[in-house]
């Protein structure tokens, strides 16, 4: 059975760092899609399907900046975690943050990951081929 290509939800309001992670991607995962949301508040509409994200896919993986605008990266992880029909998505918190006090708090939400992005662009293919599980393998 062919694995269907894994599906990523990046929540970075950051172009430039938005555009380190897609490059990322498209050189370390063939086949990865990948949709971009700029704030807290779009992110949780993507994920619920509301407005205009009605059609939105069901991500594989949530890679979350903290620091966004509207709604916070923490208060978006809370909320994912603490809905039934989304806390099965893993959700790895990607921030220029390196204060332990915002790695607490993500893995007491139940951030899958915790990665700063000064040494995140490396390690960014394990956190996604850990996070998400290969179909048919």
Same mark, same amino acid.
């Given at each position: 059975?062919?694995?269907?290509?894994? *599906?990523i939800l990046?929540?970075?309001?950051n172009?430039? *760092?938005?555009? /380190?992670?897609?490059?990322?991607l498209?050189?370390? /995962?063939?086949g990865?899609?990948m949709?971009?949301?700029r704030d807290?508040?779009?992110?949780?509409?993507?994920?619920?399907?509301k407005?205009?994200d009605?059609?939105? *896919?069901?991500?594989?993986?949530?890679l979350?900046? /903290?620091?966004?605008?509207?709604?916070?990266?923490?208060?978006?992880? $809370?909320q994912?975690?603490?809905?039934?029909? /989304?806390q099965?998505?893993?959700?790895?918190?990607?921030?220029?943050?390196q204060?332990?006090s915002?790695?607490?708090?993500?893995?007491?939400?139940?951030?899958?990951?915790?990665?700063?992005?000064s040494?995140?662009w490396?390690?960014?293919h394990?956190?996604?081929?850990d996070?998400?599980? $290969?179909?048919?393998a």
């Amino acid at each position: 059975m062919k694995a269907r290509p894994v *599906h990523i939800l990046l929540v970075e309001d950051n172009d430039d *760092h938005a555009e /380190l992670i897609r490059i990322q991607l498209t050189e370390r /995962l063939t086949g990865a899609t990948m949709d971009r949301v700029r704030d807290g508040e779009e992110a949780l509409d993507y994920l619920r399907r509301k407005g205009d994200d009605v059609e939105a *896919h069901r991500p594989d993986l949530v890679l979350l900046d /903290l620091k966004l605008p509207k709604v916070d990266g923490h208060d978006v992880l $809370r909320q994912i975690k603490s809905d039934v029909g /989304l806390q099965g998505i893993p959700v790895a918190v990607l921030t220029t943050s390196q204060a332990q006090s915002d790695e607490a708090k993500a893995y007491r939400n139940h951030a899958t990951r915790f990665l700063t992005k000064s040494v995140a662009w490396e390690g960014l293919h394990e956190v996604i081929r850990d996070a998400v599980p $290969r179909q048919g393998a």
